[in-house]
C-alpha cells in the first residue's frame, strides 16, 4: 500500500519561506523521479519541481527556478521542497507524486504519475 504523506504547509506573508515534506511508504523510493505540483483554485494542476532520486538530478518550473529547492533524504524515503522569496501567486494546494512513467523532458506533467499525496495548503500573503 503505497502512501505519501505531505507536511510543512501553512500561511506566510510574501518574502517568506516555508519547507514541504514528502514521506513516502510502501514505495521503493530509489532511482526514482518525485516530483511537487500546486493547484489554485480554478487552474490546472502544474509542476513545480521534480528530482531523480537515483542521482539527486533535479528539475524546476521556470516560475520558481531560483526561488524553491527539490532535495531528497534516502534513508528517510522523503521528498522536500524549500520554498524561499514566496509570492502571493505561490498560493495553491501542494502535492507530492511518484511512480513516474514518462520521459525525463516531462517530469513536471502531472499525466505521468501515478500516486499522489493528499496535499497540503500553501497561502502566501501580500
Known amino acids: 500500500h503505497v502512501q505519501l504523506v505531505e507536511s510543512g504547509g501553512g500561511s506566510v506573508q510574501a518574502g517568506g519561506s516555508l519547507r514541504l515534506s514528502c514521506a513516502a511508504s510502501?514505495?521503493?523510493?530509489?532511482?526514482?523521479?518525485m516530483g511537487w505540483f500546486r493547484q489554485a483554485p480554478g487552474k490546472e494542476r502544474e509542476g513545480v519541481a521534480a528530482?531523480?532520486?537515483?542521482?539527486?538530478?533535479?528539475y524546476y518550473a521556470d516560475s520558481v527556478k531560483g526561488r524553491f529547492i527539490i532535495s531528497q533524504d534516502n534513508a528517510k524515503n522523503t521528498v522536500y521542497l524549500q520554498m524561499n522569496s514566496l509570492k502571493p501567486e505561490d498560493t495553491a494546494m501542494y502535492y507530492c507524486?511518484?511512480?513516474?512513467?514518462?520521459?525525463?523532458?516531462?517530469?513536471?506533467?502531472?499525466?505521468?504519475?501515478?500516486?499522489w499525496g493528499q496535499g497540503t495548503q500553501v497561502t502566501v500573503s501580500s
Open positions: 528530482i531523480y532520486t537515483g542521482d539527486g538530478r533535479t
Open positions: 510502501g514505495y521503493t523510493y530509489s532511482s526514482k523521479f
Open positions: 507524486a511518484a511512480d513516474y512513467g514518462g520521459s525525463w523532458y516531462e517530469v513536471l506533467l502531472h499525466e505521468h504519475y501515478n500516486y
